[in-house]
């Protein structure tokens, strides 16, 4: 399935539910949400995008603790996580979703190769505390085609948390 039909299905379901969507983004530096945004009616579902590509940004627009980044690295689902819980906070969504990752040619290493990506899905319970849902994915590519996968990994694990 295209990204943009499955972006048209996650419009659909957040509509569907009056739910928002707040992206966070990382290696993918914005895609998700353009991809997102071109689906006509999107602004009932989409509320908001964070481009938080640097570890400061993470910090500043996200809450991510900055001893989270030190100790798990920038490329770990506890950075994940926290990304999408802040998203969810400073975004005033109901879900959430936050990509990062190494999509290349270089910045990789052993412990974390080129193509690792982290995600988390989040979305707000009863409780305060929100749900999220965390996966790791290692991609095959150029640096293009590693950021299009995200894309369509993210959106689909978006509607598989919506599922839950």
């Known amino acids: 399935m295209s990204n943009r039909r499955l972006a048209a299905r996650v419009i659909a379901r ?17 895609l998700i949400g353009a991809t997102l945004t071109a689906v006509p009616g999107s602004s009932e579902a989409y509320r908001y995008g964070f481009v938080a590509y640097s570890p400061e940004a993470k910090g500043e627009m996200l ?6 980044i030190e100790r798990y690295g920038i490329v770990s689902g506890e950075v994940a996580s926290a990304m999408a819980a802040g998203a969810l ?7 959430s979703i936050a990509v990062t990752g190494v999509a290349g040619p270089g910045g990789g290493t052993e412990a974390v190769p080129v193509g690792t990506v982290w995600m988390a899905c989040a979305k707000r319970g009863g409780g ?12 095959r590519g150029s640096r293009d085609r590693i950021r299009r996968l995200t894309v369509t990994r993210a959106l689909g694990l978006v509607l598989e948390h919506l599922d839950s």
Do not use: F, M, N, Q
């Open 14 to 30: 957040l509509r569907d539910g009056g739910l928002r969507l707040v992206t966070a983004e990382s290696l993918t530096g914005g």
């Open 63 to 68: 809450g991510v603790d900055p001893a989270d």
């Open 89 to 95: 906070k400073a975004g005033h969504g109901e879900v």
């Open 128 to 139: 305060g505390t929100p749900a999220i849902l965390t996966r790791r994915v290692s991609l």
